[in-house]
């Protein structure tokens, strides 16, 4: 008889570009998620929750850095009988099923329509360090308003959340732009041909790289990167690139200046003054709301999704400064953008819908939350009642049902109750503050032992007794006065 062959188990790890949250983080999140909720409510907009999957038709060409959604999604076909089913995937952002959700539903939307939307987004590209396949998004949208007060409103949403959430004011800048004023410096430049054009744009795209002289060298012939290898430049003369440059270095001191400087870069092209006079605009309008300077800039280096975005753009940047895997300070850098893209819509409509939105990057902002400390890390466990007879579930059940009713955190120890070492071993673990014990001696008496955690882990960490003199580790309560005195006990804990 042939040997049976021994079925493979699978391994227990978490898929390449994918990780596993825990409690605290978790509740870290929650935490944050739902005082941005908070801020994105009292603006006037409403929550919208929308499928998790979307057919890769609906999500169309506008996944960053790829021609075709399939190459950067998770997608799959229907099965079908005439081997023709749609193709699905897993949304890749937040916005393409907006669009989708608008178009659909547009005859029973009001216009302005105005949501937010927070949840898991999936990315089919190369996990690396900090980058994963998956991860949250919390967006803010106003779809059918082409009036740029919705764009000026975005920021200054924004920059009420990054306070509201723990970023203090001089840590953080949201910074603006508007891609018309681009379109109008390529004008100007008056190039013709559209591979040297999006060679251009991306010459611009790293400019925070490689500043003002690394763009001059690339527009022209070309330059050494920091590596040694020759990147080939874009082959404009020096004349050609002057208006990309004047552009790309034209932030003054002042919003006055900054636009001045704009209006010399776009010289006669129409779009590019478009571009520049909506920027005044939202200036003036964040300025009557108390958004100056020390919160909100006009910076020309701002360039985001260059195939995408129509009109005014933002990048929210927190300031302060971080240490790298070398050692080397370095600024946080950006933790949400967004910007106008009034195309997204006509996809499904075949007419214009202006819209205008931001995201912000949970998982960025976390980080930078908790390198900053301002994350509550209060990761405290339920009171733990422990079980000294299994015989007696019921009364236990009863004990912890009553601490949950006064609305305290509460367990029944569920496992072996044979040691109690074990038991107690297990409430360390679960971080609890609390452990409550009734044997056959205590049932009597109608009392309860109640365990101080919380004292005992200080006694343990500074090895001293005498310091905690006046507290008891463990004391006897009556059963009666179960909930006034764990409230107490947690009270003095949280003190």
């Not at 927070?118 to 980058?131: C, F, L, S």
Request: glycine share 10%; hydrophobic share 40%.
């Amino acid at each position: 008889m042939a040997k049976q062959k021994k079925t493979q188990r699978p391994k227990a790890q978490t898929p390449k570009g994918f990780r596993d949250y825990f409690g605290a983080e978790v509740a870290q999140r929650t935490d944050m998620l739902r005082t941005i909720a908070g801020v994105y409510h009292r603006y006037g907009f409403e929550a919208l929750e929308s499928a998790a999957v979307e057919t890769v038709e609906a999500l169309g060409k506008f996944l960053p850095d790829v021609d075709r959604p399939n190459e950067g999604v998770f997608a799959w076909q229907e099965e079908d009988d005439n081997d023709n089913g749609d193709w699905l995937a897993l949304r890749y952002d937040l916005t393409a099923p907006l669009a989708r959700v608008f178009a659909q539903h547009r005859n029973d939307l009001p216009t302005p329509y105005r949501r937010f939307a927070m949840g898991p987004v999936w990315r089919n590209e190369k996990p690396g360090p900090g980058r994963f396949r998956q991860f949250y998004q919390c967006d803010a949208d106003t779809v059918g308003s082409g009036n740029v007060a919705a764009d000026a409103e975005i920021c200054a949403m924004l920059a009420d959340t990054l306070e509201a959430v723990g970023i203090d004011r001089g840590d953080y800048v949201v910074r603006i732009n508007n891609r018309k004023v681009l379109n109008g410096v390529l004008e100007v430049m008056g190039l013709s041909d559209d591979g040297q054009k999006a060679n251009v744009l991306r010459t611009i795209d790293k400019f925070d790289k490689v500043g003002e002289a690394g763009v001059r060298e690339l527009l022209g012939k070309g330059r050494l990167d920091a590596s040694g290898a020759y990147i080939d430049g874009v082959g404009l003369s020096d004349e050609q690139a002057e208006p990309v440059v004047a552009f790309l270095t034209s932030k003054s001191d002042t919003i006055e200046g900054t636009l001045a400087n704009l209006r010399a870069a776009i010289g006669a092209s129409s779009i590019g003054a478009a571009g520049v006079d909506e920027l005044q605009t939202m200036a003036d309008l964040l300025a009557a709301g108390g958004y100056g300077p020390d919160r909100i800039v006009i910076d020309p280096s701002v360039v985001r999704g260059l195939g995408y975005y129509t009109g005014p753009v933002f990048e929210a940047e927190l300031t302060f400064e971080i240490k790298d895997e070398k050692g080397r300070p370095r600024s946080f850098g950006s933790v949400a953008g967004g910007g106008r893209y009034d195309d997204l819509v006509k996809r499904f409509t075949g007419q214009e819908v202006p819209a205008t939105g931001v995201s912000i990057g949970v998982d960025r902002l976390l980080a930078a939350l908790h390198m900053k400390g301002r994350l509550n890390t209060d990761t405290t466990g339920p009171v733990v009642v422990t079980v000294m007879d299994r015989d007696r579930m019921a009364d236990y059940q009863g004990i912890v049902s009553e601490l949950r009713n006064a609305g305290i955190r509460a367990e029944v120890y569920l496992g072996n109750p044979k040691n109690f070492g074990n038991q107690l071993k297990y409430a360390d673990q679960r971080n609890s503050p609390i452990a409550i014990i009734q044997g056959g001696d205590e049932l009597a008496a109608g009392t309860l032992q109640v365990k101080d955690l919380i004292l005992g882990a200080k006694i343990a960490e500074t090895a001293s007794q005498e310091e905690w003199s006046d507290r008891p580790q463990q004391f006897e309560i009556p059963r009666a006065d179960l909930i006034s005195r764990i409230i107490a006990l947690l009270d003095e804990q949280a003190g």
